[in-house]
């Protein structure tokens, strides 16, 4: 039988979508037996919601608040602890990336045979390499990722039985790093079926570019509204779907708004934006997946995706979307220009099924 621990509440988020998707294939499976995260599935008795409120409270008034990196790290260590001190005997033990250390080691002493990882981004090292690229072009904020957060995670990876990967963008970045093939699963993610094209779209002439997830610069956000300031043309419209988590950020941010007004940041539901869009544009420095140009390609919307980022096996060049390399703002420019001029096809749609039979299969090795 199967616990699995995430610190991202059931469903929300991109993290949180990755919980829900293995808790339910192993209550499919008949092989769920408690799973816990900071927020649970209403009223599902094989949830246990953990709590880290005080401490996250106690952030606000120190000068940790100053550092995303030792924020990041501490409250993932705490729900690490907590997962650990909460955990029963089982067979199978499910942890996520940066947040499994002590759980691993408290599930091992209770006899669990399986330790898996769940790595929803590339191998850390990369990460850690690709945020560098990132700030040291734009600054303006610091990496979530710390020194310590990354020593961490190489423990969880060579304690680890199986990791399980989502991409094979994902897979390639653990084997430049020495890590042996045998112990990576590919089992690409699944968008929401609420993701579909919508039968009435904007007649107004408007060209509507769409970008979805974190403002932050490892997402590439100022790359994107730098190529968006060259893009002469007053009837386009950038929303950003998301929000700021830096002091920084914002200041960036209310910057632009103020020099272009053809850009929204707005917040809550990507869907309706999605289904109005002409493009989604993803232009990170780094992406395990990346769930929003998959549902924008659910959504019948093309995308412009970064090299760096997992779900670019789903992009067929030229039909239903772009990769450009990680970085390259004339790239996105050129692109949104050709798509302005000639849409792609895929407005047609394509199912989440069709998108999806082009992926990789689950597999080990």
Not at 13 to 39: F, M
Not at 193 to 215: E, N
Request: a neutral charge; proline letters at 6%; aromatic letters at 8%.
């Amino acid at each position: 039988m199967k616990a699995i621990a995430c610190s991202a509440p059931y469903g929300s988020g991109g993290l949180g979508q990755h919980l829900a998707q293995i808790v339910e294939q192993a209550r499919t499976d008949s092989q769920l037996t408690r799973y816990y995260s900071l927020g649970i599935k209403p009223d599902d008795p094989s949830g246990q919601p953990l709590k880290v409120m005080l401490f996250e409270r106690l952030l606000r008034y120190t000068p940790l608040r100053y550092s995303p990196g030792w924020t990041n790290y501490l409250l993932a260590d705490l729900f690490d602890r907590a997962v650990a001190c909460h955990l029963i005997p089982v067979e199978h033990f499910a942890g996520f990336g940066g947040q499994s250390l002590h759980s691993f080691q408290r599930a091992r002493a209770l006899g669990a045979q399986v330790l898996e990882l769940q790595a929803a981004n590339s191998h850390i090292c990369n990460v850690r390499h690709q945020h560098r690229k990132a700030i040291q072009r734009f600054g303006i904020e610091k990496s979530w990722l710390n020194e310590a957060q990354c020593h961490k995670t190489l423990q969880e990876y060579a304690l680890a039985d199986v990791i399980h990967v989502a991409s094979e963008y994902t897979r390639q970045t653990f084997l430049a790093e020495g890590f042996p093939s045998e112990k990576l699963y590919l089992h690409p993610l699944r968008v929401h079926p609420r993701f579909r094209p919508s039968p009435q779209r904007p007649q107004d002439g408007i060209f509507r570019v769409v970008y979805v997830g974190s403002l932050t610069v490892m997402k590439g956000i100022p790359l994107l509204l730098e190529a968006f300031a060259q893009f002469a043309d007053k009837d386009t419209e950038l929303h950003l779907v998301g929000g700021w988590a830096s002091g920084g950020m914002r200041r960036y941010l209310q910057g632009s708004l103020a020099c272009d007004g053809r850009l929204r940041i707005v917040s809550g539901d990507p869907l309706p934006h999605l289904q109005q869009a002409d493009v989604l544009v993803h232009p990170t420095y780094e992406d395990g997946f990346a769930y929003a140009p998959m549902e924008a390609l659910a959504c019948g919307v093309p995308v412009i995706v970064s090299a760096d980022t997992g779900m670019k096996d789903f992009v067929r060049e030229g039909i239903n979307g772009y990769v450009v390399p990680t970085g390259d703002g004339e790239a996105i420019l050129e692109r949104l220009l050709a798509i302005r001029q000639a849409p792609l096809v895929s407005h047609m749609s394509l199912s989440p099924s069709a998108i999806l039979g082009t992926a990789h299969g689950d597999h080990h090795g």
